[in-house]
């Protein structure tokens, strides 16, 4: 017998089972004989185990061995491979094997037949063939046909009329490269200060708004009035010194007034830890998982990163790594993308070109590697009060885990607010 094109686990649950009989309760609920190869007589003799079992008839491997037409020396190639000790991380493993392989072929074969009956055929066929593909064993939960019908869904039917799987970001070319903000996906925006994180935070959240989706911004360095404050002078294009003096006119008062009715019927929620001696990444979780449940937001934005303090006396690069590890882990438990500013290194001040890098995040290995998205902000005129660039803000997308090459947007900076060519904000 050739056992080489057989996937190794399902042999040794095979071989477990016929030296140990007792063992097939462990995994019933796991594997069915569909699931096994037809090489060398294992899905036949998976079948003939299972009829047994389900008629609660004694069996052995001497009785498996006569049904399915085995050699005795055939017999004792399949026992070299019994693991007792494994058999249900084995028979998980043959489920995921068999699914995996299923859900690709029904999605290759989805592909083929929109060109021979049609979008709509051949989707009704796709859904009834996952559907299936769910109920093989349906006491026991597996998500990955619905996960693979979701993901199909994402693709053929996008979230909205903009044509992206996420919610927008605000800008149109942003949202066609990297599908706007997506479920689940961390995202890091990291830039020096006096760069603009918080006014592109804040552009960010009142786009989302717009479209009457819920906002939870969470900030660790300014309070909720002053985040208001700054948000209505970026719409009215005031600056923010103007608006803080005091100094407006008749009509820029009335303008205030009206933006800020206007702000305060938008599902932004803020929420400032600016008057708190400490905040741990226990603190954000409560307080992320809090927004989603009681007001449903959609985007939760984090300012900032560095600012969430330690919870321990571990070193600066496991504390920075358990931030960010537990940040992506809250944005796949409660299904929102989480975007979390970030100072970059006092270390760009050092270098010639003072554009941002992966390597500028603190502790940055952990951070890029739990990090979906990560983009940097940069104004050459903070460094060249004369150069050619003035008011130009580049938005530098460094990664993007779905594949995406880096890029880079030009964005117009005037008086901290953000313009797009010649559109307002």
């Keep these: 017998m050739n056992m080489q094109n057989v996937h190794t686990p399902q042999l040794s649950v095979v071989g477990t089972l016929l030296a140990n009989p007792l063992k097939y309760n462990e995994i019933a609920e796991i594997v069915q004989p569909i699931m096994f190869s037809e090489e060398m007589g294992i899905r036949k003799a998976m079948t003939i185990i299972q009829q047994y079992e389900r008629d609660s008839k004694a069996w052995n491997k001497s009785i498996i061995q006569q049904k399915v037409g085995w050699k005795p020396k055939n017999l004792l190639e399949f026992v070299k491979f019994s693991a007792p000790k494994t058999i249900i991380e084995n028979a998980q493993l043959v489920r995921e094997q068999y699914i995996s392989d299923k859900g690709s072929e029904l999605c290759f074969n989805y592909i083929n037949q929109v060109k021979e009956i049609g979008y709509q055929d051949a989707y009704h066929t796709l859904v009834k063939s996952m559907e299936d593909l769910a109920n093989i064993t349906p006491q026991t939960k597996d998500d990955r046909p619905e996960v693979f019908l979701q993901a199909i869904n994402s693709i053929i039917n996008p979230s909205n009329e903009k044509g992206i799987q996420g919610i927008t970001t605000g800008w149109n070319d942003l949202d066609q490269a990297i599908g706007g903000w997506v479920d689940g996906n961390l995202i890091i925006i990291g830039a020096r200060p006096s760069m603009g994180k918080t006014t592109i935070m804040l552009h960010h959240a009142y786009h989302v708004a717009l479209q009457d989706m819920p906002v939870g911004v969470i900030s660790l360095e300014m309070t909720n009035k002053e985040l208001v404050a700054k948000l209505i002078g970026q719409i009215a294009k005031l600056p923010i010194s103007l608006i803080r003096s005091g100094r407006l006119n008749d009509d820029d008062k009335k303008q205030v007034t009206e933006i800020g009715n206007q702000l305060y019927d938008l599902p932004i929620h803020f929420q400032d830890f600016a008057d708190r001696s400490k905040v741990t990444i226990d603190t954000i979780i409560d307080e992320v998982k809090g927004m989603v449940r009681r007001l449903g937001v959609k985007l939760v934005i984090i300012d900032y990163l560095q600012l969430i303090d330690y919870t321990g006396n571990q070193t600066a690069n496991y504390e920075v790594q358990n931030i960010s590890r537990n940040l992506k882990r809250l944005a796949k438990a409660c299904n929102v993308p989480i975007i979390a500013l970030a100072q970059l290194s006092r270390?760009?001040?050092?270098?010639?070109?003072?554009?941002?890098?992966?390597?500028?995040?603190?502790?940055?290995?952990?951070?890029?590697?739990?990090?979906?998205?990560?983009?940097?902000?940069?104004?050459?005129?903070?460094?060249?009060?004369?150069?050619?660039?003035?008011?130009?803000?580049?938005?530098?997308?460094?990664?993007?885990?779905?594949?995406?090459?880096?890029?880079?947007l030009e964005r117009y900076w005037n008086n901290g607010n953000y313009e797009e060519s010649a559109t307002p904000f």
């Design 347 to 408: 270390g760009i001040e050092q270098r010639g070109n003072k554009r941002p890098m992966m390597s500028d995040l603190r502790d940055s290995g952990s951070i890029e590697q739990d990090a979906d998205i990560v983009i940097g902000l940069y104004r050459d005129e903070y460094y060249d009060p004369q150069t050619v660039d003035k008011g130009v803000l580049e938005y530098i997308v460094m990664k993007d885990r779905q594949g995406g090459i880096p890029f880079t």
